[in-house]
């Protein structure tokens, strides 16, 4: 067990809070949902006694995303990904091992592979993780980019490689059918199971108790990346194919290991290829006259009945990263008088393919450099380039990878989120104190020049944004808040942004874990058919309910946190104990369960619950709730 010697500060752990990783979830049973999958099925007919289809095989398209956290950097390898039967057979639906930074896909979903394996119903859903070779960074406490070389379990031991599992029973059991493409989302949440500490030398510890989950929240839908080499065109029917290359797989060659997606466009797709820009038809006309297996990349959305994926916007050619020229990813953290910019938190992308991390890189810009902005055919300049906002610049790297020479090449303006609290209303207008920029503390940015004088410059304290014609009913003050927009130009604020979407993360799913070290006879104040309060006396590391990103301490409640089952009483509660885990569907039996067990000498060691989550209350409403004793 590696000895702590110095906790973070109070303020420190609050922004640490936002911290989770990624991925299952150490011998839970956390009970998970597909993606769109009434959407896309019908009834069972055909189906034998095992839950298997007696004939052919049919299809899935498998994504990956993660819910926000405030880690710089988050890579690890996914060695594998199975998918098990009803019957028992095993499937793997990855065919190659997968290097993912996961920071880089808190806004969307990132299509994995698309696979023909065995019709039937599926159960569970098993990811092996290798974290022997991971590039994790952390803000330190003066706001730099710290690398965590010391990962470890609850338990204190080294974590080199993690089996996790996702169990999908009863209704939403995964059908594969033939003819009938399922698609099916493993959802990372960065908010409660990563605990990182400093020691007194300040190298970062970090403890991982990770949370697969399997659902997307229907509050907040998520954009879909899908990219891969160009395979074929249909100018008359407004579609195109392309061979799917998640992640940071090499664009180029024709191999299909991973599948192939069919790409569906209308007359509001914008296309940027080799730096020009199109529309509709006219875009599509462009492609078809690349060469097949030109890189490309589309930003789209996943729809049902029938299912499709629609693109919004496709880059091809030299517009994609990986190609002619290196590009940086990240966020403008200053801008001086002149045209360089100072980005943080950077994913450098070498012309070639290769992928590193750097904290820091300085860009010159200058009036030849192609400004666009993410989902638009506009026109933009380098004076669009403001303190905060996300962008991805092509140029020439030197030699040390830190300048960015982009005089002569392009910037992409990304969708950037804030997270903060309301401070005040008044339609279009409203006014957030930030916490965060996409991930990074607010005191990292210096929004020195924004303003059009000093005394307008933008104030993250009182940050005024524009909401155009979003509804803005559901806020009040002190609110938690999330907005998705882009900066305002440099040196035109007020106002400081303007808002495409606005999320009043109060309102959405939230996912609460608990651990008690050592275990706990007494974890719970009373249990019953109508709920359960937790006591939180002799909780571990682990005490925290996350909700888009932002964290709440339990501990800092004024009242105990209670537990109770939504209307009815049905869903998926679990418990894991001596290796077994034990499913129920309704709340009442997983009580009595529970109480069985406890009553015959079982201690609690974990806890993890998903649902609404009222404040005024402290009450959880839950569909799933999985317990782990010991």
């Excluded at 993606?35 to 299809?59: F, K, W």
């Excluded at 159960?123 to 710290?146: C, N, S």
């Excluded at 020009?276 to 060469?291: F, I, N, P, R, W």
């Excluded at 400004?371 to 610049?393: A, F, M, P, W």
């Amino acid at each position: 067990m590696i000895q702590l010697k110095k906790l973070i500060s109070i303020h420190y752990i609050w922004k640490r809070l936002l911290s989770v990783l990624i991925l299952g979830f150490l011998g839970f049973c956390l009970v998970a949902t597909t993606v769109g999958l009434s959407g896309c099925s019908s009834d069972s007919s055909g189906l034998n006694a095992q839950g298997e289809q007696e004939t052919t095989d049919g299809e899935i398209v498998i994504g990956l995303t993660d819910a926000e956290g405030d880690f710089v950097c988050y890579t690890v390898n996914v060695l594998s990904l199975t998918l098990t039967k009803a019957g028992g057979a095993v499937v793997e639906a990855l065919p190659l091992s997968t290097r993912v930074d996961f920071t880089r896909f808190t806004e969307m979903t990132e299509f994995l592979t698309a696979a023909t394996i065995p019709s039937g119903v599926y159960t569970k859903a098993t990811m092996t993780l290798d974290y022997q070779d991971a590039d994790i960074w952390v803000e330190g406490a003066d706001g730099e980019a710290v690398k965590v070389d010391t990962i470890q379990d609850v338990n204190g031991n080294e974590i080199m490689t993690l089996e996790v599992s996702v169990h999908l029973e009863g209704k939403n059991s995964l059908l594969i059918r033939p003819g009938i493409p399922a698609h099916l989302t493993l959802d990372f949440d960065l908010g409660v199971s990563n605990k990182v500490e400093f020691e007194e030398s300040g190298s970062p510890v970090l403890t991982v108790k990770p949370i697969l989950l399997a659902d997307v929240d229907p509050q907040e839908p998520k954009i879909h990346r899908l990219r891969g080499p160009l395979k074929k065109v249909s100018v008359n029917k407004g579609t195109f194919d392309v061979i799917i290359r998640p992640f940071i797989h090499v664009l180029s060659g024709g191999h299909d290991r991973f599948g192939a997606l069919k790409v569906f466009t209308d007359d509001k797709t914008v296309y940027e290829i080799d730096g020009a820009l199109y529309q509709g038809k006219e875009g599509l006309v462009a492609l078809d006259a690349m060469t097949t297996f030109t890189a490309t990349i589309v930003i789209g959305d996943l729809r049902f009945n029938p299912c499709r994926f629609e693109a919004r916007q496709v880059y091809a050619g030299s517009s994609v990263p990986g190609g002619e020229l290196d590009v940086v990813a990240g966020n403008v953290i200053s801008r001086d008088d002149g045209d360089v910019v100072t980005m943080k938190g950077v994913t450098l992308i070498r012309a070639g393919g290769s992928v590193v991390f750097n904290d820091t890189v300085a860009v010159h810009l200058g009036n030849n450099t192609k400004v666009r902005r993410q989902l638009s055919k506009d026109e933009y300049n380098i004076n669009d380039i403001s303190v905060g906002q996300r962008v991805t610049v092509f140029g020439t790297l030197n030699h040390d990878e830190t300048e960015l020479d982009a005089t002569d090449g392009y910037a992409h303006m990304l969708l950037t989120t804030l997270r903060g609290t309301v401070l005040d209303v008044d339609t279009p207008l409203f006014v957030i104190n930030i916490q965060s920029i996409d991930r990074r503390h607010v005191s990292v940015f210096d929004f020195q020049g924004t303003g059009m004088d000093p005394d307008n410059d933008a104030d993250p304290a009182y940050y005024e944004i524009d909401s155009g014609s979003l509804d803005l009913s559901s806020l009040a003050q002190a609110s938690p808040v999330k907005v998705r927009g882009f900066v305002s130009p440099f040196g035109q604020a007020p106002e400081d942004f303007e808002a495409q979407t606005v999320i009043d993360v109060s309102n959405v799913k939230a996912v609460m874990t608990v651990n008690w070290d050592p275990v706990s006879t007494t974890a719970f104040e009373n249990l019953s058919a109508q709920g359960l309060t937790l006591n939180l006396e002799g909780i571990g590391l682990f005490h925290h309910m996350g909700r888009a990103g932002v964290v709440t301490d339990l501990v800092m409640l004024s009242d105990s946190p209670f537990i109770q089952p939504r209307e009815g009483g049905q869903g998926l509660f679990s418990i894991t104990q001596n290796g077994t885990c034990q499913l129920h569907t309704t709340f009442e039996n997983f009580v009595a369960d529970l109480k069985d067990r406890l009553a015959d000498g079982g201690a609690v060691k974990d806890l993890v619950a998903t649902g609404l989550f009222d404040d005024g209350t402290a009450t959880l409403t839950v569909g799933n709730v999985s317990v782990k004793l010991e």
